[in-house]
């Protein structure tokens, strides 16, 4: 299938620039069988990068949110943190069904501590182009990303807004799928490697803290896909490594 080609190389070359990316970063990494499947995950931590964290999963006879039949499922995530808090941080979340021709979904998007930069508005003008060259409507690729990454007592969503909220998808979209992902994750990189050596203040350090906590709160009380793996057997310590921040205030 074209799309696990595409995770099984995409994996690695998301790991190898980050990395380089990161300086100093160093890259640890695990296969990690469970009930329903297995766990490929590697945590880079060091230089630029707080922490980040990319799994590949892949679960067999599972029933993701909104479906009713069990499936053979696989997800390819990253959770990007940077260290200076004038980067965002990175969210790319893609999953699909094993059992056909799709459906493939994705959300990507930025996730700021503090006011977005110049790089990040670029970064909205390049997936722009991704929907103009794919025919789609840049306003309705997003949709739905605002609400997504939100809770009523926040006083905002974490969405910025930047990348795309792309659902069940066929194989005749692919093309699409694949281009977003690439374009969103070359924008990312060039965000953190432009403001990795920027001034930073305390005040800035506690915004990127607030909104580590405000991402905390939300796999832990809405994010139905973190009670998904644990429904499938999938160990803790793997959903921490997978989703939880390096540091957090409330």
Known sequence: MRIVTFVNETKEAVIEKLLEVSGTGTCQRRLVPFSAGEADVA???????EKACITHLTMNGIKPPGTEEPIDYMVFQAEI?????????????????LAGPGPYHMNLDLFPAITPSDAVIAARLAMDGVAEAHGIDRDAMRQGLDEHYNMAHWPAPLAS??????????????DLFIAAYH????????????????????????????????WLEYITIKDPAVKMGLAAGLPPEVLIDLSYPPSATF
Request: glycine share 8%.
């Open 43 to 49: 945590v880079i931590r060091g230089g630029a990068i």
């Open 81 to 97: 943190f940077p260290e200076n808090p004038r980067c965002p941080m990175g969210h790319l979340n893609t999953e699909w069904s």
């Open 161 to 174: 807004n930047t990348g795309c909220k792309l659902l069940d998808l066929q194989d005749d979209r692919v």
């Open 183 to 214: 374009t969103f994750f070359g924008a990312f990189t060039d965000i953190l490697d432009a403001t990795k050596d920027a001034p930073v203040t305390e005040s800035d350090t506690a915004l990127k803290h607030r909104r580590n906590g405000r």
